[in-house]
């Protein structure tokens, strides 16, 4: 049996409901899948619930950005088995949620100068209910014939490197790890690909860094990372004794890629409870 311990839902930049990602995920024949919205626990209560009924296993995820330390590259930090009550957790939350609230209108301010006529409205009601995030910039663009693609809008508008771009991601790594331990659960890297690290040695550096902070594993699987990626990974994760998990990164209609196409075997999330479960007993310990 697979499982997906990396998507989206309409709390964030994906375009499926919680409760819809359940739907997919058993008409897919998944044993077990994460939510991991961007800097919000919001849908994971109905999520949960959906897949009790659908008899999936459910993880309660969050996707945190991270600062890089450098201009390239991004680092985000996943969280698995978090308590969307932890107090610590929903703090850093908010926080990232105000400095989203404070580059939006950045953003659009740049691209009206640019000549592109789009209010922070739009992207609004784009976004619904849901953490505003550039997806939905980019939504707006393309549905105006700003952009001919979503791939499009980041590379000619609000990419990395790109006119409209405007930096947000300020938290320190271990301010992440932090809160997500607090929360009692296990702070993963996400698609250490999307690190942009010049070199192996490069690579290896940031991640032995994090692990200083408490890192618990990395993501090997990812709908970025090339089979050449995932065993460079793999063989990272083995010898740093990192948990490994994996994922989609489904984001619904936002992204061209399908729910549970990583085909991560379920022993990755068997492996994953355990050490939950270890760090749970082990008072003092990461997690605890
Ligand atoms: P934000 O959290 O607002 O910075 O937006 C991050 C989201 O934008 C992520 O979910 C990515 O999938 C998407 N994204 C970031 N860079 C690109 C890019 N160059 N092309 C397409 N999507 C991107
Ligand atoms: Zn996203
Ligand atoms: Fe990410
Ligand atoms: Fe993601």
């Not at 691209?111 to 953490?131: K, S």
């Not at 790890?177 to 690190?195: E, F, K, S, T, W």
């Not at 993501?219 to 989609?248: C, I, K, N, Y």
Request: aromatic fraction near 4%; charge should be negative.
């Amino acid at each position: 049996m697979f499982i997906d311990l990396h998507m989206h839902s309409t709390a964030s930049d994906g375009t499926d409901a919680p409760a819809e990602l359940a739907r997919i995920a058993a008409e897919l024949g998944l044993s077990a899948i994460a939510l991991t919205d961007h800097d919000t626990t919001a849908g994971l209560s109905e999520c949960a619930a959906a897949c009790e009924r659908e008899g999936i296993t459910f993880v309660p995820g969050i996707e945190l950005s991270c600062e890089r330390g450098q201009e390239r590259g991004t680092l985000h930090m996943l969280g698995y088995f978090v308590d969307p009550a932890s107090e610590p957790l929903q703090r850093i939350a908010a926080e990232q949620i105000e400095a989203r609230d404070t580059r939006n209108p950045q953003i659009i301010e740049r691209l009206n100068r640019l000549g592109v006529d789009i209010t922070l409205e739009d992207v609004r009601q784009q976004a619904g209910d849901g953490v505003i995030g550039r997806p939905h910039i980019a939504a707006v663009l393309m549905s105006r014939g700003y952009a001919k693609s979503m791939q499009d809008a980041f590379n000619r508008y609000i990419g990395y490197g790109a006119p409209a771009y405007v930096r947000k991601d300020r938290l320190p790594a271990g301010r992440a790890i932090d809160a997500v331990h607090a929360a009692g659960g296990l702070a993963v890297l996400a698609h250490p690909v999307q690190l942009k690290a010049a070199d192996a040695a490069d690579l290896q550096q940031v991640i032995t860094d994090l692990i200083k902070l408490g890192l618990d594993g990395i993501e090997v699987w990812h709908s970025d990372h090339t089979p050449a990626d995932v065993e460079q990974f793999r063989r990272l994760a083995e010898r740093f004794e990192l948990l490994m998990t994996g994922g989609s990164d489904y984001h619904g209609r936002r992204k061209d890629v399908a729910m549970g196409s990583q085909r991560v075997p379920g022993s990755v999330l068997e492996e994953l409870t355990a050490a939950h479960e270890r760090h749970q007993h082990a008072p003092g310990k990461p997690g605890g």
